[in-house]
């Protein structure tokens, strides 16, 4: 082997060992949600937004946030907890939100029940609001 071919080998290995050596990306977090104004079409800063899980007859917090100036949470469950497939709700305090603005609403919070089947999934929930309705789905 020539000293070229000798170079050429030490920097394949090295590179290999570097490949295999690189941290696994961190996992994204499992939940977000954004909230849209369903009159006027733009992001819903400023509202509450509570995590819980269901855990035998009773629902037990996990988490809570305030969508931020584009409406969204972008990571709602806890980063320090593992995933588990079960029973969430997502509970929107929109009472809260339309009584700092001075407007009635006719819900004061909005709860979304869903189920996380697996981890490794993301499950997004957006909530298209009005002080007297509003829809959800799950988005991606």
């Given at each position: 082997?020539?000293?070229?071919?000798?170079v050429?080998?030490?920097?394949?290995?090295?590179?290999?060992?570097?490949?295999?050596?690189?941290?696994?990306?961190?996992?994204?977090?499992?939940?977000s949600v954004?909230?849209?104004?369903?009159?006027?079409g733009v992001?819903?800063?400023?509202?509450t937004v509570?995590?819980?899980?269901?855990?035998?007859?009773?629902?037990?917090?996990?988490?809570?946030?305030v969508t931020?100036g584009?409406?969204?949470i972008s990571?709602?469950?806890p980063?320090?907890?593992p995933?588990?497939?079960?029973?969430?709700?997502?509970?929107?305090?929109?009472?809260?939100y339309?009584?700092?603005?001075?407007?009635?609403?006719?819900?004061?919070?909005i709860?979304?029940?869903f189920?996380?089947?697996k981890?490794?999934?993301?499950?997004?929930?957006?909530?298209?609001l009005s002080?007297?309705?509003?829809?959800t789905y799950?988005?991606?």
């Open positions: 082997m020539n000293m070229s071919s000798s050429l080998a030490l920097l394949v290995m090295a590179t290999a060992t570097a490949a295999s050596a690189a941290p696994a990306a961190p996992m994204k977090n499992p939940l954004h909230v849209l104004n369903l009159q006027t992001p819903t800063a400023g509202i509570e995590l819980d899980q269901k855990q035998h007859d009773s629902w037990t917090r996990l988490a809570s946030g931020d584009n409406g969204r990571a709602l469950y980063a320090d907890k995933v588990e497939a079960g029973s969430y709700r997502v509970v929107f305090k929109t009472g809260d339309y009584a700092r603005r001075g407007e009635k609403t006719f819900f004061p919070q709860p979304v029940e189920t996380m089947e981890s490794g999934e993301h499950y997004h929930i957006p909530l298209l002080p007297f309705g509003y829809s799950r988005g991606n």
